[in-house]
């Protein structure tokens, strides 16, 4: 597993590490690292011309101390933004003989010099600003950020300068990074979702800073998914394994019914019980004969999925009761797509809402009287925003997107973060698939935090399994997580 740790955290665990340390050991540890890497990167690429860029603070010294380093192997220049720079690291740079190009902090236009260096670079260092700096680049910062050449390799020290170093906005002006080096551990910008996109490859270094015990944040791995996932053993029947119920599907969506199924029926559901229209019904029972139309006993329900509340047909209405009646009981219910609009408040059993941006405005916009919510405000405020739909609900929320929030209810676990499908997974169906996959993870005992995380991991999986590299449809999704379970639960 991969945890985050917040600022503050990361901050004290420095502070204790360095109480029994030489004054700027642990600093020189990171350019050491950082140059190894580096140098790495340049030798991947054939490369020979690196620009390091460098501004106040700490991670402006890491790379100072990187480029004297590196110029035994590579032709290094250092861009040196305004006057305050780490003493020391520039004393280093000095010595070594590396020209350093400097220029004022508010100009935004770049010398002739600074722009046919950064031209001609293989390697862009990002040294400018550390988790100190406020989000969003003005001045020469931003001008260094535009003129960044496509073919260059930008290597981030700690996280890519102007991102927010708390993950929870996203700036308009920021370096976007292809690899970020960090440091003892992954702060919250490295993995959630509102800057995840900017930091690229993240490589963790240790230098010696213990973990603090409490993480932010945390992304399940593959190695996490055997002690996760539900294993039946000898003892076990089709009850003891979990039944699902499933509340989806319409005359106008029999499609949704089917991938929730098929998905659920995949992923090893015990019994899955399918309540919808008989068009609806027709095709399940076609796609998945172990299906059991009807209403019954279950142990988790899943709802909303093909399901337009404001339709007025007999079919929807009579959809729309049975999802009422599924939310009314005592049973854990998975909430998705139309039966997000039937939620009012909190409820007493276990509940997972799993919307999608625009989704999560919409509700937003109903519990919230007298505000209006846009789509673009969660996408640029996913965390935020998500707590405060946890707050009006009292559920965890699984925001979809191209990184998956999973936000527990309960305000002393970390919340988890989940990037694993590759972006043709961005298809209709996808997360008709992921509500059966993760009802399923549910009924089996699990709770919403970990049904939901690692439904996001083993549906992001099944997703590049379907088709590795090319277009994937919904239903080859469903049908590769057998075999991607598999394969899991051997790693």
């Known amino acids: 597993m991969r945890r985050a740790f917040s600022i503050t955290a990361v901050r004290a665990a420095e502070q204790v590490a360095m109480a029994d340390l030489e004054p700027g050991t642990l600093m020189q540890r990171a350019a050491d690292a950082l140059a190894e890497v580096v140098l790495t990167r340049c030798r991947e690429r054939s490369g020979a011309s690196v620009v390091v860029l460098v501004g106040p603070g700490d991670n402006g010294g890491d790379a100072l101390y990187a480029a004297a380093r590196l110029i035994e192997h590579l032709s290094v220049i250092v861009v040196q933004v305004g006057e305050a720079v780490h003493e020391g690291g520039l004393g280093a740079v000095t010595t070594a003989g590396l020209p350093v190009l400097r220029v004022a902090r ?12 950064l031209d001609e670079a293989d390697v862009v260092v990002d040294g400018l600003l550390g988790i100190g700096g406020r ?7 931003a001008g260094l950020a535009d003129a960044v050449p496509e073919s260059a390799l930008v290597i981030a020290v700690d996280l890519p300068s102007g991102v927010d170093p ?8 920021t370096f976007v990074a292809d690899e970020t080096v960090t440091f003892g551990m992954a702060k919250p910008v490295h993995l959630l979702p509102a800057t995840r996109p900017a930091v690229g490859r993240v490589s963790v270094i240790d230098i010696g800073v213990p973990e603090p015990a409490a993480a932010l944040a945390e992304q399940l791995m593959p190695s996490d998914v055997p002690a996760l996932w539900p294993i039946p053993g000898s003892s076990d029947d089709k009850y003891s394994r979990g039944v699902l119920g499933v509340i989806a599907g319409s005359a106008r969506y029999p499609g949704a019914a089917v991938l929730a199924v098929t998905a659920a029926v995949e ?15 027709q095709q399940v029972l076609a796609a998945c004969p172990e299906a059991v139309p009807g209403q019954g006993r279950v142990q988790t329900w899943v709802i909303g999925p093909g399901i ?29 797509a139309g039966a997000l609009d039937l939620i009012e408040g909190p409820r007493e059993a276990p509940t ?18 007298g505000r209006v919510f846009h789509r673009t405000q969660v996408s640029a405020a996913p965390l935020q925003h998500a707590r ?37 997974l961005a298809t209709a169906g996808a997360g008709d698939v992921l509500a059966g996959l993760v009802g399923t993870l549910v009924a089996s005992g699990l709770d919403p935090l970990d049904a939901g995380s690692l439904a996001a991991l083993v549906h992001g999986r099944a997703a590049h399994r379907a ?8 239903r080859g999704v469903a049908r590769a997580i057998p075999s991607t379970v598999a394969d899991l639960l051997r790693s």
Do not use: F
């Not at 708390?166 to 002006?173: F, L, Q, S, Y």
């Not at 404001?310 to 009981?329: E, F, K, M, N, P």
């Not at 088709?467 to 919904?474: E, F, I, L, S, Y």
């Open 135 to 141: 989000p969003g680049l003005t001045g020469a910062m």
């Open 388 to 424: 405060r739909l946890v707050e009006l609900t009292g559920a965890t929320v699984l925001l979809k997107g191209a990184t998956t929030l999973v936000v527990s209810h309960d305000v002393d676990r970390p919340l988890r973060v989940q990037c694993d499908g590759p972006a043709w």
């Open 467 to 474: 088709n590795p590299g090319g277009p994937v449809r919904a």
């Open 166 to 173: 708390a993950g929870e906005i996203t700036p308009t002006k």
């Open 267 to 281: 992923a090893g559901a015990g019994m899955v019980r399918y309540v919808g229209p008989d068009l609806a019904t």
């Open 106 to 117: 508010t100009r935004r236009a770049l010398t002739k010099p600074i722009r046919q260096a």
């Open 352 to 369: 997972l809402l799993t919307p999608h941006a625009g989704e999560l405005a919409r509700m937003l916009s109903r519990l919230e009287h």
């Open 308 to 336: 337009d509340p404001d339709d007025t047909t007999y079919d929807i209405r009579r959809q729309i009761d049975a999802c009422r009646g599924a939310l009314a009981s005592d049973l854990p219910v998975v909430v998705d």
